[in-house]
């Protein structure tokens, strides 16, 4: 009989927590604003951020909703997204009232003159921040001007990055010349002339006339890869012809 009864006041109250929770839900659906009232927004912890604008990033996440439960943060990582230096952001609802805001920067890899204008960018040509002219006086940073289009500039350092970073780490400027050719200038002040189009192939050609004639450090001053299987490297006072399959 107690039995009985115990499992009647389960059933009971079973249902009329469903009916409570159903009817809570179609109130909230009829009047959003009732939402507001739970799990308010107290906290909002933002990491990650070293020169992304802080206090933006919490202006954003204010304005997307008063409650976790109407925070929209989908709408808040793509705002965010839009601000200098952030790369990626990722949103975390934390009950009963913290929002955690982890955002990811961009990485500054060169400066860009394009346009008479000055940006960082990274290392896959996107523009991160517009900066003066005492940055690059200030930062010994690679060098990236004259070129058209993103996605030269893009294959052009991707390939370096990935298959040569030797090569990079040791380039000070990289520059499009009357849209047609790459010149990278060394840190010591070597040229090298590379064509438009099929960099990779220029690029292993190169690796090879390093490895043979020591480009890099003997008294060399331009090596021209322009002409596809052969080189032409200049040295003080004269030239030499060198056949790639050769070197």
Not at 72 to 81: F, G, L, Q, T, Y
Not at 182 to 211: A, C, F, M, R, T
Request: aromatic residues 8%; neutral net charge; hydrophobic residues 40%.
């Amino acid at each position: 009989m107690m039995h009985q009864q115990i499992v009647k006041y389960l059933n009971l109250g079973c249902g009329l927590t469903i009916i409570f929770l159903f009817g809570f839900i179609s109130f909230s659906y009829l009047n959003p604003n009732i939402l507001t009232m739970f799990a308010q927004i107290r906290n909002i912890n933002v990491d990650g951020v070293e020169f992304s604008d802080l206090q933006k990033i919490r202006e954003i996440s204010q304005k997307k909703g008063r409650s976790l439960f109407t925070f929209n943060s989908e709408d808040a990582a793509k705002e965010i997204k839009t601000l200098s230096w952030v790369k990626k952001v990722n949103i975390k609802k934390n009950f009963p009232n913290t929002l955690s805001v982890v955002v990811i920067e961009n990485d500054p890899f060169a400066y860009l003159l394009k346009n008479q204008k000055i940006y960082l960018i990274d290392i896959d040509g996107e523009l991160i921040v517009e900066k003066d002219e005492n940055a690059i006086i200030e930062d010994q940073r690679l060098i990236v001007s004259g070129f058209e289009s993103e996605l030269n500039l893009s294959n052009l350092i991707s390939n370096l990055n990935i298959h040569y970073p030797d090569i990079l780490s040791s380039v000070k400027e990289m520059e499009f010349i009357e849209r047609r050719r790459w010149n990278l200038i060394l840190n010591n002040k070597l040229i090298i002339k590379l064509p438009e189009s099929n960099i990779g192939k220029s690029l292993e050609d190169l690796k090879k006339l390093i490895e043979k004639y020591k480009i890099f450090k003997n008294n060399i001053i331009e090596v021209d890869l322009r002409i596809n299987d052969r080189a032409i490297i200049k040295i003080y006072g004269d030239k030499l012809k060198v056949d790639i399959e050769e070197a």
